[in-house]
T-cell receptor, first 115, second 113 residues
Framework: AQSVAQPEDQVNVAEGNPLTVKCTYS??????LFWYVQYPNRGLQFLLK??????LVKGSYGFEAEFNKSQTSFHLKKPSALVSDSALYFC?????????????FGTGTRLKVLA | EAQVTQNPRYLITVTGKKLTVTCSQN?????MSWYRQDPGLGLRQIYY???????DKGDVPEGYKVSRKEKRNFPLILESPSPNQTSLYFC????????????FGPGTRLTVL
């Protein structure tokens, strides 16, 4: 069975500092991994994904994530946080070998960037 | 503009009164899905559809029905809503293939009294 864990409910970081939002996953087949962001009173927006290829993927708004197969992790990172990055972040996984479009989302991590 | 629309955006209803939340996309995507978002539980997939007349259960399908008669529409039906279905609901669509990027609607906040 697939699962995703986001171990931190909230992450606080000062503006200008690097940020990391953690995600670990479990999938029996081929992991397709995603990060989405939700701003207040909005739907979710796609940030980045790992399907195959380079383990370091770059996405929107200066975010990047590294796929680590041995640690089954896909942490979201940004070198320099902005106050406007404050939002709710979701990690998600799909088993690419399953042939289905069944997605599992994590419980979300609230990022607060302090000015 | 490419988008996923949901209606209504807000709904307050009573236990047992059938309701439908509509979802429509204008991107000609094959895949569509419904999620519910609850505090501390994140997003959970209710149902998804890989094409017209093809639907399958997600993780939390109990108490919900869906239909996919046209490519652009994927309504969510609650035949007999209960208070534990009070939640924020999102519809999403995705073009199949290697893009695997979901486009989400704005959400429908449902309260069942």
């Amino acid at each position: 069975a697939q699962s995703v864990a986001q171990p931190e409910d909230q992450v606080n970081v000062a503006e200008g500092n690097p940020l990391t939002v953690k995600c670990t996953y479990s999938v029996s087949g081929n992991p397709y991994l995603f990060w989405y962001v939700q701003y207040p009173n909005r739907g979710l927006q796609f940030l980045l994904k790992y399907i195959t290829g380079d383990n370091l993927v770059k996405g929107s708004y200066g975010f990047e994530a590294e796929f680590n197969k041995s640690q089954t992790s896909f942490h979201l990172k940004k070198p320099s946080a902005l106050v406007s990055d404050s939002a709710l972040y979701f990690c998600a996984v799909r088993d690419g070998a399953s042939g289905t479009y069944k997605y599992i989302f994590g419980t979300g991590t609230r990022l607060k960037v302090l000015a | 503009e490419a988008q996923v629309t949901q209606n209504p955006r807000y709904l307050i209803t009573v236990t047992g009164k059938k309701l439908t939340v509509t979802c429509s996309q204008n991107m000609n995507h094959e895949y569509m899905s419904w999620y519910r978002q609850d505090p501390g539980l994140g997003l959970r997939q209710i149902y998804y559809s890989m094409n017209v007349e093809v639907t399958d259960k997600g993780d939390v399908p109990e108490g919900y029905k869906v239909s996919r008669k046209e490519k652009r529409n994927f309504p969510l039906i609650l035949e007999s809503p209960s208070p534990n279905q009070t939640s924020l609901y999102f519809c999403a669509s995705i073009r199949q293939g290697r893009t695997d990027t979901q486009y989400f609607g704005p959400g429908t906040r449902l309260t069942v009294l």
